[in-house]
């Protein structure tokens, strides 16, 4: 049950930042937006649950 509530908490997280993150990039003007790569994206991920996953 515990699992479940992190897991939910997290998604909720990731939303959100992503959700940020697109609005911060729209404000940007076209020459200075840039996409990720996926390990950039992989890595930002990791960083982000890692507390959660430590907690635990």
Same mark, same amino acid.
């Given at each position: @049950? %515990? !699992?479940?509530?992190?897991a =939910?908490?997290?998604?909720?997280? /990731?939303?959100?930042c !992503? *959700?940020? =993150?697109?609005?911060? /990039? *729209?404000? /940007?003007p076209l020459e200075k937006q840039s996409t990720?790569? =996926? !390990?950039q @994206?992989? $890595? %930002?991920? =990791?960083?982000?649950? $890692?507390?959660f996953f430590d907690a635990?």
């Amino acid at each position: @049950m %515990r !699992t479940k509530y992190l897991a =939910a908490i997290a998604i909720a997280v /990731l939303a959100a930042c !992503t *959700g940020l =993150a697109v609005i911060s /990039l *729209g404000s /940007l003007p076209l020459e200075k937006q840039s996409t990720p790569t =996926a !390990t950039q @994206m992989a $890595d %930002r991920l =990791a960083q982000s649950l $890692d507390p959660f996953f430590d907690a635990v």
